[in-house]
DNA sequence: GCTCATTTTTCAACTAAGTTGCAAAATAAC
DNA sequence: GTTATTTTGCAACTTAGTTGAAAAATGAGC
């Protein structure tokens, strides 16, 4: 998603060392298209060189409370994570119920809605995620529908 | 939530039995005023007599499947469940960061909010799930604010 | 370069939610 | 009452994530 971002000066400005492992984690997210959930996170890392998983939950768990990614709870056990840099603003998500995968949403914009939300809300609300559910048109296509 | 059912009826209407635990698990939910979590459902029924999970877990999923409630994936690893009776169309939900409870934002339609996305996501959308995040008042109260 | 303090990564063990297959019990149909 | 079907329980398992403490890596001061 974001190649324009300076990773190790994102890590700097947070005091956190820019390691192997970070980098890599913020690169993941950085390339992927889509949120990923920790298993293909960490799946991807392993193509490279062993890690622990312990390792990536910290990691991600130090950036998720740093505001540098976003925890998305989607249907299921895992959690999934995306890339929260100035060119990711808020935006919702659409989930597969076939293959699991969670899309961005990014043409749309959560300001407008949460503007309609926070006139019932008020002030306490600190975050609005939307998750829309259904069938990727990948998913589509592999079972076309009976006419 | 909703003592206008009939849920002997309800569950008659989806040919399932109307025993003793399912009646509880509906009793349970309809007099919630929130969604409640899988263990809080558990806790409820074991005050009254014994139960395993198992049983709960497997009355859950099948009323999920049929329709008749609603699974909801906040924040956290439990699930959360509510009524899906024609009393509680499906609506936004405020989660708290403190204790975690999930209330209904029942004056939100969803309805509204989804005509605007399903704009964009064209007929693949089948569900709308949003959770706003924050403080609710129960906590705020025991944290002031300090000035 | 070497020493010491701090940060990062690993390891092993654990927790908690949810699942599976099958047996026991309850219920309905005959 | 006997039998078939549905519901519940039991035990064992899976999987995501957590914990605490040790080992390894790194950085600062010398
Ligand atoms: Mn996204
Ligand atoms: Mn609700
Ligand atoms: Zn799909
Ligand atoms: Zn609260």
């Known amino acids: 998603m974001s190649q ?3 990773f190790r000066q994102l890590l700097g400005r947070h005091q956190l060392r820019p390691t192997t492992l970070r980098l890599r984690v913020l690169e993941i997210l950085g390339a992927a298209p889509q949120a ?7 799946a991807l890392i392993r193509t490279e060189r062993s890690v622990n998983k312990v390792t990536i939950y910290r990691i991600l768990g130090d950036f998720c409370n740093l505001g540098i ?3 998305i709870n989607p249907e299921g056990r895992s959690t999934f994570y995306e890339l929260a840099c100035e060119h990711h603003p808020p935006h919702p998500h659409f989930q597969c119920r ?13 300001d407008h809605l949460c503007e309609e939300l926070k006139e019932v809300l008020g ?3 600190l975050r609005v995620e939307i998750r829309v559910e259904g069938i990727c048109p990948k998913c589509q296509a592999l079972t076309p529908k009976k006419v």
Request: one cysteine or more; proline letters at 7%.
């Open 69 to 71: 990614i976003r925890k």
């Open 98 to 110: 076939r293959c699991g995968e969670v899309q961005c949403l990014e043409s749309i914009s959560l």
């Open 36 to 42: 990923l959930p920790v298993q293909k996170i960490l």
């Open 123 to 125: 002030p306490g609300a």
């Open 4 to 6: 324009w971002c300076n």
